[in-house]
């Protein structure tokens, strides 16, 4: 199986910075992809941005030029760091990861942007 644990979250001011981190353990070898996943109760789930396993990345447009998305593959590490964060990316945001047709989920990490 697959175990991915999200941290970094936190509470930032518009404008503000954070850096979320997965660390990924388990059965990780020939992974088709990660990425990174936001949710806000009573909303579905939505992509933000998703790494492939030969380092292609893909944002959706609401974060282009904002969010980065990164895998330190040695350390089994994701990143997204997220700069110019607005009260609208304030969600639950969870670290997914794809290999052999199955995906499997963190349990999430809240941000709050708020002054």
């Known amino acids: 199986q697959v175990q991915l644990v999200e941290s970094g979250g936190g509470l930032v ?3 503000g910075s954070l850096r979320l981190s997965c660390a990924a353990s388990g059965r990780i070898f020939s992974i088709d992809g990660m990425g990174w ?3 806000v109760s009573g909303k579905e789930r939505e992509l ?4 492939s396993s030969t380092a292609r990345t893909n944002y959706a447009d609401f974060v282009k030029g904002r969010f980065t998305i990164s895998r ?7 990143y997204l760091q997220m700069n110019e964060l607005k009260p ?3 969600a639950v945001y969870y670290c997914n990861l794809k290999r ?3 995906e499997y989920w963190g349990q999430g990490t809240q ?4 002054s």
């Open 72 to 78: 330190d593959n040695a350390k089994n590490l994701l």
């Open 13 to 15: 001011k518009p404008g």
């Open 48 to 51: 933000v941005a998703v790494i």
């Open 88 to 90: 609208e990316d304030t």
């Open 111 to 114: 941000v709050t942007v708020s």
């Open 37 to 39: 996943y936001r949710q």
């Open 100 to 102: 052999f047709g199955s």
